[in-house]
């Protein structure tokens, strides 16, 4: 609200004029005889009503500008506050449009994140399939090298095998040579052998000479024949061998009958007939039915 004030009314030229009607008022009492005829009374009532409405004239003037004033500035006030009122209203306006424009850029952002979320979505189905793919292709790819790796086990395992075979099938043929120092310098080629192989866990075995004959880690020549009840080990053919702790195969025999009578010391070998068996495909299958060494017969 403006501190404004009430224009104020001098009453100096209001109480001179009261000043002089009362004064010819008191004049006409002085200088008329009594009682005062008709027409200087009449002029003495006129003059004291009229410096009466004179002396009460001002201060009615500024109640009037008082209260004009009053209700001018009720008015300004009622002008500010419908001015107060429609700055709220277009602040309200602005503020419903802002809003509008918010809650539309919302809009766009949710579907924009909706669609990003549905291209991500894609993308990790996308990715999925593709490490899936990857995955099998790396299982496939690790299957056939596992396969090939088997594979060549078994070979240069059997390759190892053979060349033992051999090794042990010189070393017979040089005991039953009968000469000593061949013997000597054959059994030490024959043991650096052995532990040249055993260091990867190849490990060749045979049976002694008159041991019972075990079916578990020995086999005749002919694998379709039984050795008789009491049967003995009479030669070993071929070495069994063991690879890392699994028996891949049995040593190749000779077995005799026993004796029927105990003062006889006849021994007749079991017939038996070299056969010759095609390479398994794995490591377990490895040589399980021997061939026979060269020198045997």
Not at 60 to 65: D, G, K, N, T
Not at 147 to 152: D, F, I
Not at 168 to 191: C, D, E, H, P, T
Not at 240 to 257: H, S
């Amino acid at each position: 609200m403006n501190d404004r004030m009430a224009p104020k009314l001098s009453k100096w030229p209001f109480f001179l004029g009261d000043l002089l009607l009362v004064g010819m008022a008191g004049w006409i009492v002085y200088h008329y005889p009594h009682p005062l005829p008709t027409w200087p009374l009449f002029i003495l009532v006129g003059c004291v009503a009229g410096g009466a409405w004179i002396a009460v004239k001002p201060f009615l003037e500024e109640y009037r500008a008082e209260v004009k004033f009053a209700e001018d500035e009720g008015l300004t006030t009622a002008v500010e506050q419908i001015n107060n009122l429609r700055n709220l209203a277009n602040q309200i306006s602005f503020a419903t449009a802002q809003w509008q424009v918010v809650q539309e850029h919302s809009g766009r952002t949710v579907d924009e994140a909706r669609g990003i979320a549905e291209k991500m979505a894609v993308e990790a189905r996308a990715f999925t399939d593709f490490m899936q793919k990857a995955n099998d292709a790396e299982k496939a790819h690790l299957r056939v090298e596992v396969e090939k790796l088997r594979r060549g086990e078994g070979e240069w395992v059997q390759l190892l095998v053979l060349l033992l075979d051999h090794v042990y099938a010189l070393y017979q043929a040089g005991v039953r040579s009968g000469q000593a120092a061949l013997i000597g310098q054959l059994g030490n080629f024959q043991n650096a052998c052995r532990e040249a192989v055993r260091r990867v866990g190849l490990v060749p075995f045979e049976a002694k000479p008159d041991e019972p004959f075990n079916a578990q880690s020995s086999q005749l020549v002919d694998p379709e024949a039984k050795p008789p009840e009491g049967a003995r080990v009479a030669a070993t053919l071929a070495q069994g061998y063991t690879f890392q702790g699994q028996l891949i195969r049995r040593a190749l025999v000779n077995v005799t009958e026993p004796a029927p009578d105990a003062d006889l010391d006849v021994t007749e070998p079991v017939p038996d007939s070299a056969s010759e068996a095609a390479p398994p495909e794995s490591t377990e299958e490895l040589l399980e039915e021997p061939q026979l060494p060269l020198g045997t017969s």
